[in-house]
């Protein structure tokens, strides 16, 4: 009897299957239905790109969108640079890492409703005009800890040779700094800015709390619209338009992380 046929390996293939239609069975009929001529989810009656015209003639939605994408990139920037200064000055000065990692790591452990209402009767008592800055603060102030817990493991793994070599060439600290440390952390800071902008685009809980009247990012306008019950093709074109765009980044960036690989197992060998 072969072992493939065996009924243990048979139940595991079973659940395997069973696993993967359960995660990506609700993404493929989303994706179908956005290209479903009718706008009730009941039947497929024919092919159209109707709501992805209507998508990007929508105003409120492109706005929306506007105001994620500015508000992720910016987030993401500032959090990159302020936790790459922050893991920097642990290396630095290593009596500072128990400190910075007791401010640090709470933000990531704190569940996030908790966040989301601190912040908020934080800009209450200082009398903040809830909007674009006060999501932006809330978003960057915690996007903080996982830059810094990103980068921190890299920059301990740069050896302090390097620098001091530099340094006995004649660099000065900002140039060893700028030229050698920040290359070498590239890994880092991608992954940095990628895990921040992805956080602070997608993020609910915080924008719900920190925002005002008539401003909303895209999670804002979409759970606004499916808690009416109103599940529209213009959401399922946007969502595929969504999954598309994180399929090219993820493959884009899979790619160039295994190339990368490649060429070094090259010069190894």
């Known amino acids: 009897m072969c072992r493939r046929c065996s009924p243990s390996n048979l139940i595991w293939h079973v659940y395997i299957l069973a696993v993967l239609v359960f995660l990506y069975a609700p993404i493929a009929v989303l994706i179908l239905f956005s290209f479903n001529e009718s706008k009730y989810m009941t039947h497929l009656t024919g092919f159209t790109l109707e709501w992805y015209t209507r998508l ?7 706005k929306a969108l506007e105001n994620s994408v500015s508000i992720a990139i910016v987030s993401a ?9 922050a893991a920097y000055s642990v290396r630095r000065a290593p009596y500072l890492s128990l400190k910075l990692d007791t401010l640090m790591v709470p933000p990531i452990v704190i569940p996030e409703v908790a966040e989301a209402v601190s912040l908020m009767m934080f800009f209450y008592m200082v009398g903040a005009e809830y909007g674009w800055l006060t999501v932006f603060i809330g978003h960057t102030a915690f996007n903080i800890s996982y830059a810094y817990v990103t980068i921190k493991g890299q920059i301990h793994s740069i050896s302090p040779n390097i620098e001091k070599i530099a340094q006995s060439l004649g660099a000065g600290s900002f140039a060893v700094f700028r030229r050698i440390v920040i290359p070498l952390l590239t890994p880092a800071l991608t992954a940095s800015l990628l895990v921040t902008f992805i956080t602070s685009f997608s993020d609910f809980v915080k ?8 401003f909303e990012t895209l999670p804002l306008y979409v759970w606004r619209v499916a808690v009416r019950g109103r599940a ?19 493959i884009y960036y899979t790619r160039r ?5 490649g060429e070094s197992y090259q010069k190894q060998g």
């Not at 990007?56 to 492109?62: A, W």
């Not at 529209?232 to 993820?250: D, F, H, K």
């Not at 992380?257 to 690989?261: D, G």
């Open 56 to 62: 990007v003639e929508n105003v409120r939605i492109l």
């Open 232 to 250: 529209t093709p213009e959401l399922n074109a946007l969502a595929t338009l969504m999954i598309l765009v994180s399929l090219v980044i993820s």
């Open 207 to 214: 924008t719900v709390f920190t925002t005002g009247p008539g």
């Open 77 to 85: 920037v500032i959090s990159t640079l302020l936790g790459m200064l």
């Open 257 to 261: 992380i295994i190339t990368k690989l």
